[in-house]
């Protein structure tokens, strides 16, 4: 063997280790090479399931936001509408979102209530949560109350970028609120005048002492300057009579006037037999003077309703004093009054009040009604007009009849306490 | 007349001031009394004039002082209630039952005065003829049984002849009798002496 030919076969078997080498690397690299691409392809899967996720959330939150039978809105620190769902879009009054999405929220806020609107936006982006109601005029001009529960919205870095709010309308319930104000006062007024007319008497009695007084003190005056024998010394007492009597009248009307102010409605659920009863004790020294028995028919075992029993007690005591007093005017033999009570329907109750009495002339059933009509010589006039107005404050109504055979009827409804009341006491305490 | 006096029972001190003001106007006499019960205490029978009183009045009312003072002393000056708007029935009742008058409120002074005026006539004639009743049954208290069954008789319208059969005496002394009655009496006829044994009975 040649050198030459040992280097060659040296040469030969390096060139195949290294052949060996590079092949093993390669197939090396190429293993590595699959594995990452396995790794980044199920990352990539991975990945898709996230996005596929995170879509599915989108979806189901815009469903909810879609279909959410109330206003829901984002909107920026300047009130510029950012996102709006249908049912908002039919709360304001707009045709497509383009109407208010980009614009500002104030449009449809009424002016007087602007201000409000932006201190609580205010208050929002300072990190508070809050419930606030406005005038709207939506963008198709209809005047509404609305009620918004507002929250801030944070990003990732916990800054707050917009405002979340639930919008609903409230005009209704708004409405509710209102008449029930109204109704409370006009019971007021009529617990007022009613109150006046049970003090009628007293009153005048009250005024007619001072004003006779008065009356006495001038003429008495009058007759000895008129004789001419009197001097200026001799009547100044009874002239300082006379200034004190008028400021005692003077008392006795201030004193009327704070107490009408201070009678209010009483509303509570009230057994009306029992507010028969008691009008009836109250007519009781009438009766006796005047040779009258009263009777009850009571149904038994009614609905309770909804009253100032005080009031309605003064209702029933006046229509039997009248039938007391029209059957003693007319000097009818058999002074029957009957108070009769039934239940009418579902949700009233029905009193009665009726005599054998004379009855009322067909052409003055309505007068009869009328402030001050009286066919008395000592009448006012006021306890009908009173009555009725007592009644038409508690809902009800108060009408006359006169019998073929003689003989008057008032009869009156009241609302039962029934499934209406409920009802509203459940909505009530619902916004409560 | 002239010391008749007007009293005056009200509650209402004022308005009892100022009825006492308005009446003094015509000269009477007035007293004020602001319940009934303090015009019982003091009440004299002997008083002449009438009296003036609200018929609502706490306490006694004028309807029940009325009856008080009938039942104690029989006679009772004359009562003009002033009754308020409304209390008409009460006033009727009270005339009924014996009041004298009555006036509502407001009423006019001058008939006021006037009435006052009449009830204080009332009570004077009322006194006058008490008085005269009281002195003829003085009067007649002097006779003696014999002289008043004379004077019976002679009312009855009998004769003197009948008298003095019915009774057993002598014509003569049935007319000395019949003399003395009508001399006891200050009877100067004899239908004189009828009146008088007329009134006496009634009285
Ligand atoms: N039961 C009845 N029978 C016949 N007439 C009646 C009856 N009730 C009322 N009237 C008529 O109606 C009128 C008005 O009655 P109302 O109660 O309003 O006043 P008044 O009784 O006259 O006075 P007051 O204010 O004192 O009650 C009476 O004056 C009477 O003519
Ligand atoms: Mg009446």
């Known amino acids: 063997m040649s050198e030459w030919s040992g280097t060659v076969w040296l040469g030969a078997v390096a060139l195949v280790l290294l052949l060996t080498l590079g092949a093993i690397i390669l197939v090396y690299l190429l293993m590595r090479l699959r594995e990452v691409r396995q790794r980044l392809s199920d990352r990539e899967a991975e990945h898709e399931v996230v996005l596929d996720r995170l879509q599915e959330n989108e979806n189901r939150l815009r469903a909810v936001f879609e279909s959410e039978p109330e206003c829901v809105k984002l ?8 996102e709006i769902n249908p049912a908002g879009l039919a709360l304001i009054g707009a045709e497509q979102p383009e109407d208010i999405i980009g614009r500002k929220i104030f449009v449809i806020v009424a002016p007087e209530y602007r201000d409000y609107y932006r201190e609580n936006m205010r208050r929002v982006f300072a990190g508070e949560s809050v419930v606030y109601e406005f005038k709207a005029i939506t963008l198709k001009g209809r005047s509404c109350w609305m009620e918004s529960h507002a929250v801030p919205l944070r990003d990732a870095r916990g800054n707050i970028h917009a405002l979340l709010g639930i919008t609903r309308d409230i005009t209704e319930h708004k409405w509710a609120e209102e008449q029930a104000r109204r109704h409370q006062s006009e019971l007021t007024r009529v617990a007022r005048l009613s109150t006046m007319g049970e003090m009628a008497t007293g009153i005048a009695h009250e005024l007619n002492q001072p004003l006779a007084a008065i009356a006495n003190f001038a003429r008495g005056c009058l007759r000895r300057l008129r004789g001419g024998e009197v001097t200026c010394a001799e009547l100044i007492v009874p002239l300082e009579e006379i200034c004190q009597q008028a400021d005692r009248a003077g008392e006795v009307i201030r004193h009327v006037r704070d107490f009408v102010r201070k009678r209010v409605a009483r509303m509570s659920a009230v057994d009306i037999n029992l507010v ?4 009836v004790r109250l007519t009781e020294l009438e009766s006796r003077q005047q040779y009258a028995h009263v009777g009850l028919d009571l149904a038994p075992q009614q609905p309770r309703v909804w009253a100032d029993s005080i009031m309605i007690e003064q209702v029933v005591s006046n229509l039997i004093r009248n039938s007391i007093e029209a059957m003693a005017e007319a000097r009818s033999p058999h002074r029957e009054v009957t108070v009769k009570t039934r239940q009418l329907g579902e949700d009233a109750v029905e009193v009665e009040v009726s005599d054998l009495g004379p009855g009322i002339d067909g052409a003055l059933i309505d007068q009869v009604f009328d402030q001050f009509f009286t066919t008395k010589p000592d009448g006012v006039g006021m306890g009908l007009s009173i009555s009725r107005s007592i009644v038409e404050s508690h809902g009800g109504q108060l009408r006359a009849e006169s019998r073929p055979g003689g003989g008057a009827v008032f009869r009156f409804t009241l609302r039962a306490i029934g499934r209406t009341l409920a009802d509203n006491e459940r909505r009530y305490s619902l916004h409560h | 007349m002239s010391d008749a006096t007007v009293f005056i029972i009200d509650d209402d001190q004022a308005v009892a001031r100022s009825l006492r003001w308005l009446i003094e ?21 002997a008083r002449a004039g009438c009296l003036v009183l609200d018929v609502r009045m706490p306490g006694l009312s004028g309807l029940e002082l009325q009856e008080r ?28 039952a014996g009041a004298f008058d009555f006036v509502e409120k407001p009423f006019n002074d001058q008939d006021l005065l006037d009435r006052i005026q009449r009830a204080i006539a009332h009570d004077a004639g009322q006194r006058d003829r008490e008085e005269q009743r009281s002195q003829l049954k003085a009067l007649f208290a002097s006779l003696t049984p014999r002289e008043r069954e004379v004077l019976d008789l002679v009312v009855g319208g009998m004769s003197n002849k009948g008298i003095a059969n019915a009774l057993g005496l002598s014509a003569k002394t049935v007319e000395v009798h019949r003399a003395k009655v009508m001399e006891k009496l200050h009877a100067r006829s004899l239908s004189d002496l009828v009146k008088m044994a007329l009134q006496n009975q009634g009285g």
């Open chain 2, 25 to 45: 106007s015509v000269r009477l006499k007035v007293e004020t009394f602001t319940s009934a019960q303090g015009f019982l205490d003091q009440y004299d029978p």
């Open chain 1, 75 to 82: 909107q920026s620190a300047d009130g510029t509408v950012l």
């Open chain 2, 69 to 96: 003072l009938k039942a104690q002393h029989g006679y009772h000056p004359p009562i003009i209630f002033i009754t308020g708007h409304g209390d008409v029935q009460m006033a009727v009742r009270a005339v009924q």
């Open chain 1, 276 to 279: 028969v009863r008691s009008a």
